[in-house]
């Protein structure tokens, strides 16, 4: 059953390599808790009931793709698509 945890638009879903239950998820206009919002990526170490902010940005991003592999499974990549910094 899905139940909402979060909002926002996710844009991308990665699996840990060795671990499916940490799962990321790449999502834009995440609602963060002082009411502004943010680009960035999430992390959930018990299958999607619980995520918690692992990056931000606040540089209106309109795409963002997430990865992992399998040689350095503790690596997130994380591609916006767009010529902007991230810090």
Do not use: C
């Not at 916006?80 to 991230?86: A, C, L, T, V």
């Amino acid at each position: 059953n899905w139940k909402k945890t979060k909002s926002g638009l996710p844009t991308d879903l990665a699996v840990h390599p060795n671990k499916p239950n940490i799962l990321y998820m790449a999502m834009l206009n995440v609602s963060a808790p002082d009411g502004k919002y943010f680009d960035g990526v999430l992390r959930s170490i018990d299958s999607g009931e619980t995520w918690e902010s692992i990056y931000s940005s606040k540089n209106d991003l309109t795409n963002l793709k997430i990865a992992t592999t399998k040689s350095a499974p503790e690596n997130v990549y994380v591609y916006s698509g767009e010529n902007k910094q991230f810090g």
